[in-house]
């Protein structure tokens, strides 16, 4: 479908966008008045998402159905854009895969799909898109992390740990491109109403601290957007928590995760 000789039309690329925070943040860049290109698994859902959003909004939506499981699938959306003449001006890496579990009992399978999408797609992506984004002079990268990164959670090792990877990916880019016009924002949530932790197994009952609304992340990462930060959390809470731990021993600092996040039925 290349159209002529037109000028490529600038987009927001949101990975996980069928759901979930990358569905609530869909709707809040098309709000905004950004062109999409949003991927996920479920071709009817983003179809339904793209139709509801050109409607409400006037915006142009591109949908590209991929399971980023699959190790070419950035590449196939690389190359995607370029067949439909698509900029990709900020690139959301949102989709996450996650299995509550003590690691031993994780499938290799599992193991290999977390890792895939949580760290391999995300750094693929980024490095796809960002040699154009430094070309212009202008663009964001936006991760959504999460708290779960800033030290191993018992019961969510691996998770844990491929959030911990894309938060410090995301530093060392937000030092490596400045002066460059583009930005990167590692985003930190905690538990977030978004049926993600039905998926992964991870019992909601026995969390014990709050699990709030993806409305709030949305706004954490407009804020970080806006204001070109390094790393945000969507609540006060969540940056006490993060805060909390450079005066409490490390192993004390993961004792207390492992109680408050109850990831594991063995505690």
């Given at each position: 479908?290349?159209?002529?000789?037109?000028?490529?039309?600038?987009?927001?690329?949101?990975?996980?966008?069928?759901?979930?925070?990358?569905?609530?943040?869909?709707?809040?860049?098309?709000?905004?008045?950004?062109?999409?290109l949003?991927?996920?698994?479920?071709?009817?859902?983003?179809?339904?998402?793209?139709?509801?959003?050109?409607?409400?909004?006037?915006?142009?939506?591109?949908?590209?159905?991929?399971?980023?499981?699959?190790?070419?699938?950035?590449?196939?959306?690389?190359?995607?854009?370029?067949?439909?003449?698509?900029?990709?001006?900020?690139?959301?890496?949102?989709?996450?895969?996650?299995?509550?579990?003590?690691?031993?009992?994780?499938?290799?399978?599992?193991?290999?799909?977390?890792?895939?999408?949580?760290?391999?797609?995300?750094?693929?992506?980024?490095r796809?898109?960002?040699?154009?984004?430094?070309?212009?002079?202008?663009?964001?990268?936006?991760?959504?992390?999460?708290?779960?990164?800033?030290?191993?959670?018992?019961?969510?090792?691996?998770?844990?740990?491929?959030?911990?990877?894309l938060?410090?990916?995301?530093?060392a880019?937000?030092?490596?491109?400045?002066?460059?016009?583009?930005?990167?924002?590692?985003?930190?949530?905690?538990?977030?109403?978004?049926?993600?932790?039905?998926?992964?197994?991870?019992?909601?009952?026995?969390?014990?601290?709050?699990?709030?609304?993806?409305?709030?992340?949305?706004?954490a990462?407009l804020?970080?957007?806006?204001k070109?930060?390094?790393?945000?959390?969507?609540?006060?809470?969540?940056?006490?928590?993060?805060?909390?731990?450079?005066?409490?021993?490390?192993?004390?600092?993961?004792?207390?995760?492992?109680?408050?996040?109850?990831?594991?039925?063995?505690?």
């Amino acid at each position: 479908m290349m159209q002529g000789s037109r000028e490529p039309l600038s987009v927001v690329l949101i990975t996980g966008a069928s759901m979930g925070i990358g569905r609530a943040l869909a709707c809040a860049f098309a709000g905004m008045g950004h062109h999409l290109l949003l991927v996920a698994r479920s071709r009817e859902t983003l179809a339904e998402l793209a139709e509801t959003l050109r409607r409400k909004h006037g915006v142009t939506v591109f949908c590209c159905p991929e399971d980023l499981v699959e190790p070419e699938s950035s590449q196939r959306i690389s190359d995607y854009c370029l067949e439909h003449l698509l900029a990709v001006e900020i690139l959301v890496n949102c989709a996450g895969l996650s299995r509550a579990s003590d690691f031993e009992d994780l499938a290799f399978r599992e193991l290999e799909g977390i890792m895939a999408v949580n760290m391999f797609a995300a750094a693929k992506l980024t490095r796809l898109f960002l040699p154009g984004m430094v070309e212009k002079k202008k663009g964001t990268i936006i991760n959504i992390a999460s708290l779960a990164g800033i030290q191993g959670v018992p019961g969510l090792a691996l998770y844990s740990a491929t959030k911990s990877f894309l938060i410090t990916l995301s530093e060392a880019l937000h030092v490596e491109l400045q002066g460059t016009g583009v930005k990167v924002v590692a985003v930190c949530p905690g538990f977030v109403d978004t049926g993600f932790l039905e998926k992964a197994m991870h019992n909601r009952r026995r969390i014990r601290l709050p699990v709030y609304e993806s409305d709030l992340v949305v706004q954490a990462v407009l804020r970080g957007y806006r204001k070109n930060r390094m790393r945000v959390y969507p609540t006060f809470l969540d940056y006490l928590l993060v805060f909390s731990q450079r005066f409490t021993p490390r192993i004390l600092v993961v004792k207390i995760t492992d109680f408050l996040a109850a990831a594991r039925d063995r505690q």
